[in-house]
């Protein structure tokens, strides 16, 4: 099918009818656009090559699992890079890319990682220059021999453990490096897959080895663009009973040294949802870093769509006035389907909740219920759901430049004829 592409008149009017409608709300549409086009999504590299990198180290993914083998994954950082900016023009807003260090560039013989720098990473940022992109980075403590045993940062392995402690101070030296030459703010988020699949007769020394490890890295300061986060887990595959960086370990730790918390979508009980724990953590930390991500059953790392759980994260964000607080980073993967599709889809949903929060009528919401008038509340909220946001998004897109509607479907399957199903 082709998917109707349109008109910009038919957009244009449509909007401002919304614009009207909105307005009876004292919502202004105008500025929700303004603001949206300036929040900048981290957007995940890990969605083209299904968490591969380019280090063919070997190695499990420390519990993480992409499942899926639909053709034309990228085999190279140029067809990442081609594949990035495909979704790149099918996408409104500011964007950064986020890069794990394991997708370092090199000569065909993958650079240890307690030696890569810049250099292997000259290629990434040249080309986020360019594009005008920022850029994000991670430290890769998974698919390497090194963290097979299934401890990093904890094992009681002291070689093991300083070879994950400089590990990760050559990407604090990339990450300030990217800071500088880009003159932007750069997230390092820090996720280590340590962990038991049963019972560990000791839980208290490889959280206590962490805290050691983690204060070495953090020893020496760095520039203050680079914002570093640490990712807490409730249990991986190969980490059923115990996660040595747990969500209460995180969240003291982060408070205490003043680093930020990492909350992804799925780390939590499956029934647990993160947007009530904003208000919470935020009330005693600086920034927190949120992974946007869908799981289904467990932390299966889906597409990300827009359903209750990410309305209700974005609609947390704004109510709270804390955009500037919260750093967006999407966090999915699938290998099923058009990988394009995949991440062109997440993010679109993401923006998509981020207008619709930003459209929202919470001081008429907050007003209703400070009267206790809680029948007026609800009818409201749910009414809300039935406002033209759509309209606005789509002007928004069109002012952005890039397709509305579905019209972005055609260019993907295009994009799929033309270049991914020649990869052979
Ligand atoms: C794993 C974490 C982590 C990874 C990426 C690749 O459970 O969510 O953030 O998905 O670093
Ligand atoms: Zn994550």
Redesign the pocket.
Known sequence: MKFPILKDSKIEERYQSAKEIYADYGIDTEKAIEVLKNIDISM?C?QGDD?VGFENKGGNN???LCTGNHPGVARTPDELRSDIEKSISLLPGKLSLNL?AFYQENDGDAVDRTEIGPKQFENWCNWAKEKKVGLDF?PTFFAHPKAESGFTLSSADNDIRQYWIEHAKRCREISAHFAKELNDDVVV?Y?IPDGAKDLPADRWAPRERLTDSYNQIFKDDIDSRVKEAL?C?LF?IGSEEYVVGSSEYYLAYTLMKKKLL?L?M??FHPTENIHDKLSAVLGFLPEVLV?V?RPIRW?S?HVVILNDDLMSLCREIVRGDVLNRVYLAT?FFDASINRIGAWVTGIRSLQKALIFALLDPTNILKDLELAGKGAEKLALMEEAKLLPYADVWNYLCLQENVPTGTAWINDISKYENDILSKRK
């Open positions: 995940h890990w968490v420390g519990g993480t794990h991670n988020n996720w990712e887990k991986g990492c992804d799925g780390h992974h991500s932390d790392d966090d």
